[in-house]
């Protein structure tokens, strides 16, 4: 039995979905860089390690994918989503701790919202790309 072609939305529809989440995706991976370079240059008690390691080792993963954020790939954004899980993990075990509770919480919101609007980011824009090579169109 043939399955049933799917309906695309609109490109009008998609057009400021699209816009949205990529500023939202954008705000939050920024976001994230900030917020893991304040805390371990300013408040993280790193025990003598250098500041400037710790920070090295945090944001190798984000500087990996800032090229393709910066140019609005969906796989950069894919990809993002798989790597921000690793910073959720890490605010839920310091919101757990509390002398850290702040920063985790913060941490978790912030990977929460670059998680939710780089998916929906890849999403929006496959169906972009797929309306506009004529697909969908019923």
Known sequence: MAK????????????????????LSLAGFFGLIALLTVNNL??????GARPGVILAIELVPLLLLLPGMLMGSARAHAWTCFVVNVYF?????????????????VEVAVSLLLFVSALLYVRWRFQYERRVAGEGLV
């Open 42 to 47: 300013l408040f993280a008690d790193l025990h």
């Open 4 to 23: 049933k072609p799917k309906i695309l939305p609109s490109m009008e529809w998609l057009a400021p979905r699209l816009r949205l989440s990529r500023a």
């Open 89 to 105: 993990i890490k605010g839920v075990l310091a919101a757990f701790d509390p002398a850290r509770a702040l920063f985790g919480w």
